[in-house]
């Protein structure tokens, strides 16, 4: 069985289906990508995901668990978002910190974690410093870290590197990709890139208007798009 399901999902906002009867599965230390356009489903897909929207029907399970009416923090989800809404008045390590604070871990593990992450992460000498003296993409990487540093079964990503110039953003999946096999993480990656979703995914599942238009693997979906709809969006690389 696969490690995440996604059976069944259907979603309306006010009388508007949004996502129609979608079913997806996703295997350990799987990187998927969810890629479409703009107000396809992406977003509400991973949030129902993550527990953050409730579905109408539809079944979520994680790690043979059903999960639908768990709620988000009992789910083993990290989630990084594209603002990386980092905690202005904490330097990066007590950003990084802040998670494992909460759950009482002991001091010195966290210490321990914490600096590992930032090694990862490669921000090495800016423990001390704010958010708002890092760049963008400094800050990408320190909400990465904080989301990592809890080792969440299944890492949600929703857009992170959209808000930030090219070759940071190219510097960045590179970081993803690698952090992402060195801690075998199954991570769900939503973007509109179509250039991202195929440098750095497993395997992508292509959305339009809240249906799959195609899933496979990078390479098989560009050479052969299953429809019309795929063939134009893959062929518009921005
Ligand atoms: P994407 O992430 O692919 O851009 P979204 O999942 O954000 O798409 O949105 C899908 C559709 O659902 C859009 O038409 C959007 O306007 C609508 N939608 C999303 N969230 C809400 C909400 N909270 N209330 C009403 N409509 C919403
Ligand atoms: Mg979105």
Same mark, same amino acid.
């Given at each position: 069985m696969s490690y995440v399901t996604i059976e069944n999902i259907n979603k309306s906002f006010n009388d508007q289906q949004v996502l129609h009867n979608l079913n997806l599965a996703f295997e350990e230390g799987e990187f998927v990508t969810l890629l479409g356009p703009s107000?396809?489903?992406?977003?509400?897909?991973?949030? &129902?995901?993550?527990?953050?929207?409730?579905?109408?029907?539809? &079944?979520?399970? &994680?790690?043979?668990?059903?999960?639908?009416?768990v709620k988000p923090k009992d789910r083993k989800v990290g989630m990084v978002f594209q603002s990386y809404a980092l905690f202005p008045n904490m330097t990066v390590e007590e950003n990084i910190a802040f998670g494992l604070k909460m759950q009482k871990m002991n001091k010195e593990v966290i210490a321990k974690k914490v600096s590992r992450m930032i090694e990862l992460v490669e921000l090495k000498g800016k423990e001390k410093a704010?958010?708002?003296?890092? !760049?963008?993409?400094?800050?990408?990487? =320190? +909400?990465?870290?904080? !989301?990592?540093?809890?080792?969440?079964?299944?890492?949600?990503?929703?857009?992170?590197? !959209? +808000?930030?110039? +090219?070759?940071?953003?190219? %510097?960045?999946?590179?970081?993803?990709? !690698?952090?992402?096999?060195?801690?075998?993480?199954?991570?769900?990656?939503?973007?509109?890139?179509?250039?991202?979703a195929m440098a750095v995914s497993d395997r992508i599942y292509i959305l339009n208007a809240g249906h799959i238009a195609q899933e496979g693997k990078p390479?098989?979906?560009?050479?052969?798009?299953? %429809?019309?709809? =795929?063939?134009?969006?893959?062929?518009?690389?921005?």
């Amino acid at each position: 069985m696969s490690y995440v399901t996604i059976e069944n999902i259907n979603k309306s906002f006010n009388d508007q289906q949004v996502l129609h009867n979608l079913n997806l599965a996703f295997e350990e230390g799987e990187f998927v990508t969810l890629l479409g356009p703009s107000g396809c489903g992406k977003s509400t897909l991973l949030r &129902i995901l993550a527990g953050l929207t409730t579905p109408e029907a539809g &079944i979520i399970k &994680i790690d043979g668990k059903d999960v639908t009416n768990v709620k988000p923090k009992d789910r083993k989800v990290g989630m990084v978002f594209q603002s990386y809404a980092l905690f202005p008045n904490m330097t990066v390590e007590e950003n990084i910190a802040f998670g494992l604070k909460m759950q009482k871990m002991n001091k010195e593990v966290i210490a321990k974690k914490v600096s590992r992450m930032i090694e990862l992460v490669e921000l090495k000498g800016k423990e001390k410093a704010y958010p708002r003296e890092l !760049s963008g993409g400094q800050q990408q990487r =320190v +909400a990465l870290a904080r !989301s990592l540093v809890t080792e969440p079964k299944v890492l949600l990503l929703d857009e992170p590197l !959209s +808000a930030l110039d +090219a070759q940071i953003r190219k %510097n960045l999946q590179k970081l993803l990709r !690698s952090l992402q096999q060195e801690l075998n993480m199954t991570t769900v990656l939503v973007t509109h890139d179509q250039e991202e979703a195929m440098a750095v995914s497993d395997r992508i599942y292509i959305l339009n208007a809240g249906h799959i238009a195609q899933e496979g693997k990078p390479h098989d979906i560009y050479t052969r798009p299953a %429809n019309e709809f =795929v063939a134009r969006f893959i062929g518009n690389y921005n």
